[in-house]
Structure formats: structure tokens, C-alpha cells
């Protein structure tokens, strides 16, 4: 590590961290019992009925989403500057009033999705109520306040990077982040015109989910690595910069397929289908990079012939390694499925669409950023080796258990639509009911639902192991 002298809680931009991972588990839960609501209007579709509808749980149920994951990508960049550039972060009063500015932000613009949830067909509802844009859909006073907190959050990195010891890791991150505050600006103009206005609004969502939030997974799974294993620097930010290359290579372009049904020029199919079929080949990277540092650093403690896991945190290792599977998996196979616009023309629009959005979210994103969650906890506590207890195991097993069991029971309900909806029906009003009316289709609903509770009976084991785990005797200190 660059600097041992900041390990601990000593470090106020490590503390800052952690105020980030405890508002981002917060949000997360609220994400999960959204989540719940709108998996139990879909097999009993009275409940909550003009109180809290499908539309108004979904919105708050996918803009949660985006929000913890935000919040916890800023507290591990918080969490792993003082280890690699080796000073404080620069700027940490701002940084801390900026946290202050996001949560109540956030809190307000939550409380307006609930309780006010319609505003008037006019300008006030853009600026005061939502912007009806999917994953992004605060209203326009928070849309600014988010940029003015991203800016001071890219500032407080730039410094600290331009200051202190800068390494492979920091730079990428540096890059990454002007592009992940800078894209969200495209999401934030008004056009009356749906074509041009969805074509801005795959900027955001497209080129944060699948070029820059992924460079970002490359950074942390970098530092995880050197930090939980003790990893080569050198080794790792060599795939660092391939997974990057490869990432900015597929991922840009690759936003054609989203480009293929919403008004805009044919020859983005072409381009849509090339660029998407290279889009799981970094993930294959990131996936044999993670197992292949792993094996190579136990193989050289196990040549010295003690038998000693040179894994120092149990439960964040699980979590990154869980990572390299679902990032492959969630992101790459499942959005490989239907991708290509000849297989895309019949499912794009049904579940199969919500079945890849669940596992790639939560397989690249979530699993990595519990684990940063989890060196927290360890760095916190002033544990050398973390072991996994009870609750940790209960709780990956469930909640990865339950993703996936949702994502299966989605893929199921995702082809009952393409067969009986688009295939049959000819993609008519009446093929949209039949499909939905078929006895698979309310199978895969009901399983949908039982894996969603188990989701979130594993995010209660999550939550109670985060604030327990660190007192436990079971570790070395």
C-alpha cells in the first residue's frame, strides 16, 4: 500500500467514506422495499392501488438504484485516496458539506416521488416535481444540486491526485470521473421531440452504466485486489489499462442498441450489433483478471509451503469475486441475449429487458461496491484478517440467491411475451394482454416476487452484519 500512516479511521476523508456507505445502505433498502411494492402489484395489482401505484414504486424503485450506487461510489473513492496517493484528501470540508447538500437533496426529492408524486402538465413539474425520465428523473432544482456535488466530489479528487503520490489507479479515476459528471449535463435539457430526447438520454444512461461506471468497477476491483490480497501494482494496472481500452473501445459505440427502435438513422443497427457483441469481451477480462491474481498470489504463499489464505478480508473478497461472475454473467451474457436487432425487434420492451437489468445492475455494480463497503468496516475496526461470519454468508447467499432467482423467473416471463405477444400476436394491444395473461407469464410473476423477498431478507442480514461485524471476536487484530 502507498501510505500504512492513514489506514484506520484516522483519516478524515476515510471517515467521510463511511458517512457515504451508511446513507448508500440506507437508500439501498428503500430501493429493495420499492422494489417489493412493485413485485406484488404485478400479481395483485389492487395493492396499494391510487396510494402508491406501479408507476410511482417503479420510479422510486429504479432511481434509488442509481442514487446508492452513487453515493457508495464516492465514499469508496473517499475510502481509497489516502491509501493511494499517500496525503489527505484535499478539500474534505467541502467534501463534507457537499455530502450534507446530496443527502438532503435526495431525502426531499424522495419525499415529493411519494407524496406528491403527479405535478401539473406545465414547466413547474420539470423543475419542482420529476421529469418523467426514466433513472433519472429529479426534478430540475436537484438535477443542478447533483452537478454542483459532482463537481466538488471530481475537484477534491483532482487536487488530492495532482498533490499526492499519483497512481495508475487514481489517474483512472481522475479521467473516468469528468466523464461521469460530464454526461450527465446531456440528461438535463428539455426537447419536446421523444426521438431526440431519448437520443440524449442514453448519454446518461448508457454511457454511465456501460463505459464509465464500468472503467470505475476496473479501478476498485484494482485496488480490492492490491489491498485484499496483496496483488502485484504492476500486474494490476497492466489489465487496468486493457480493461479500459476495451471498456471506451465497445462500450461508446455500442450504444447503437439502444438507437434501434426510437426514430433515429438505420445505420445504427450496424453499427449497434458490431459494437454490442464486443461489449462482453472486457468483461471476460475483468473476470479472469480478478481469478488469475488470486491464483497466482496463493500459489506463490502456498510455494513457501505454509497453507495460509493470503485473502486478509473474507467477506469483501466473496463480494469482488461475486462481482466478476455477475459483471460477466448480468452484463455480458444476459445483455449479449438481446442485443442483436434481429433478436431485439422481439424483445426489446418485456421482461427480458428487466431480467438483464437486474442481474447487470446488481452483478456489477452492487456486489463490488458491498465489498468496498466491507474494507471499510475492516479499516475502521483496525482488522488485519476479516473472517466471515454468519450473517455475511446468509447474507450473500440470499441476496445473490435471490437476484438470480429473479433474473431466471424474468427470463421466463421475457419469453412468454416474445412467443405469445410479439411472435404470435404481432405485437398488437390484445398480444400485449394475451401475454401477459398466460399462465407461465403469472408463474413467473409469483416466483419473481418470492426471490424478491428473499433479496431483501438477505439485505437485513447485509445491514445487521455491516454495523456487527466489526466488534466480532472471530477476527485477527
Request: zero cysteines; aromatic letters at 16%.
Amino acid at each position: 500500500m502507498a501510505s500504512n500512516h492513514l489506514t484506520g479511521i484516522g483519516s478524515e476523508s476515510k471517515q467521510l467514506a463511511t458517512w457515504y456507505f451508511a446513507f448508500a445502505a440506507i437508500i439501498f433498502g428503500a430501493q429493495l422495499l420499492f422494489g417489493l411494492v412493485a413485485a406484488i402489484q404485478y400479481v395483485m395489482p389492487g395493492f396499494l392501488f391510487e396510494i402508491l401505484d406501479f408507476s410511482v414504486a417503479r420510479m422510486l424503485h429504479i432511481n434509488a438504484l442509481v442514487v446508492w450506487m452513487v453515493f457508495a461510489m464516492f465514499g469508496a473513492v473517499y475510502w481509497l485516496l489516502p491509501d493511494e496517493t499517500g496525503i489527505e484528501t484535499i478539500g474534505i470540508k467541502v467534501g463534507k458539506l457537499l455530502y450534507w447538500v446530496f443527502v438532503a437533496a435526495i431525502v426531499i426529492v424522495i419525499l415529493v416521488y411519494i407524496f406528491v408524486q403527479v405535478g401539473p402538465a406545465d414547466e413547474t413539474s420539470i423543475w419542482f416535481i420529476h421529469e418523467g425520465r426514466e433513472y433519472i428523473e429529479a426534478p430540475r432544482w436537484a438535477d443542478i444540486g447533483i452537478v454542483v456535488v459532482a463537481l466538488g466530489f471530481v475537484a477534491n479528487l483532482f487536487m488530492t491526485g495532482m498533490t499526492g503520490k499519483r497512481s495508475g489507479i487514481v489517474t483512472v479515476l481522475m479521467a473516468d470521473m469528468i466523464a461521469f459528471a460530464g454526461l450527465y449535463l446531456t440528461g438535463m435539457f428539455f426537447t419536446d421531440n421523444i426521438t431526440v430526447d431519448q437520443y440524449w438520454w442514453w448519454w446518461v444512461i448508457h454511457l454511465w452504466v456501460e463505459a464509465t461506471w464500468e472503467v470505475y468497477v476496473g479501478a476498485l476491483a484494482a485496488y480490492g485486489l492490491i489491498t485484499m490480497i496483496g496483488a502485484h501494482r504492476k500486474v494490476v494496472e497492466m489489465w487496468l489499462w486493457i480493461e479500459v481500452a476495451m471498456l471506451f473501445g465497445s462500450g461508446i459505440l455500442g450504444m447503437g442498441h439502444h438507437y434501434f427502435w426510437i426514430g433515429t438513422p438505420e445505420y445504427w443497427w450496424e453499427i449497434g450489433a458490431l459494437f454490442s457483441a464486443l461489449e462482453p469481451l472486457p468483461l471476460v477480462a475483468m473476470f479472469i483478471h480478478v481469478l488469475y491474481d488470486w491464483g497466482k498470489t496463493q500459489g506463490g504463499q502456498d510455494a513457501t509451503g505454509q497453507k495460509l489464505s493470503v485473502i486478509n478480508n473474507k467477506p469483501a473478497f466473496t463480494w469482488f469475486v461475486l462481482n466478476a461472475f455477475g459483471n460477466f454473467l448480468g452484463a455480458g451474457i444476459w445483455g449479449f441475449f438481446h442485443t442483436l436487432p434481429q433478436v431485439n425487434l422481439y424483445t426489446h420492451g418485456t421482461q427480458f429487458t428487466s431480467a438483464h437489468g437486474h442481474l447487470a445492475f446488481f452483478g456489477a455494480y452492487a456486489t463490488i461496491l458491498i465489498g468496498m463497503m466491507y474494507i471499510a468496516v475492516q479499516g475502521t475496526n483496525g482488522i488485519k484478517v476479516m473472517k466471515s461470519t454468519k450473517s455475511s454468508i446468509w447474507a450473500v447467499s440470499m441476496i445473490a440467491g435471490g437476484v438470480m432467482g429473479m433474473t431466471v423467473a424474468l427470463t421466463v416471463a421475457g419469453y412468454v411475451q416474445v412467443l405469445v405477444s410479439r411472435a404470435q400476436m404481432g405485437a398488437t394491444w390484445a398480444g400485449y394482454f394475451d401475454g401477459q395473461s398466460g399462465l407461465w407469464f403469472a408463474q413467473a410473476m409469483d416466483w419473481r416476487l418470492i426471490m424478491g423477498v428473499v433479496t431483501f431478507t438477505g439485505f437485513l442480514f447485509l445491514a445487521k452484519d455491516l454495523l456487527s461485524i466489526g466488534k466480532s471476536q472471530i477476527h485477527e487484530r
